[in-house]
């Protein structure tokens, strides 16, 4: 990706655009994962709210030598996912295995 360089030199600056950046950039794609397990609208804008919290509070532990920008989101993402009551392990195991494209936003931010 082109841009990883750009947002691994914010996110070890400690940059607070870092996180603008980061929603700007990911959160379609992110809350497009999201709904894909959880087709609860609400709450897969709340699960996207909270995922952005933790990772900008999160910023500092990013490790650009173990894994992109990208699947460190998604990773933190889908552990909040995962605690959610509308959770689907099966859901996500067939998305993950039969159904993974990619990643399109399904609805507009402008709620959120």
Request: charged share 20%.
């Amino acid at each position: 990706m082109e841009q990883e360089p750009f947002i691994t030199a914010l996110l070890q600056k400690k940059d607070t655009s870092a996180f603008c950046f980061l929603y700007d950039t990911y959160a379609a794609s992110l809350y497009g994962f999201i709904i894909k397990i959880i087709p609860d609208k609400a709450l897969a804008a709340q699960l996207l709210e909270q995922s952005f919290v933790t990772i900008c509070s999160g910023l500092h532990l990013y490790d650009p030598l173990k894994e992109a920008v990208f699947s460190w989101m998604l990773r933190i993402t889908l552990r909040h996912c995962s605690t959610a009551e509308n959770f689907d392990k099966a859901q996500l195991l067939q998305y993950m295995t039969t159904d993974m494209r990619p990643l399109k936003m399904q609805e507009p931010l402008a709620a959120v």
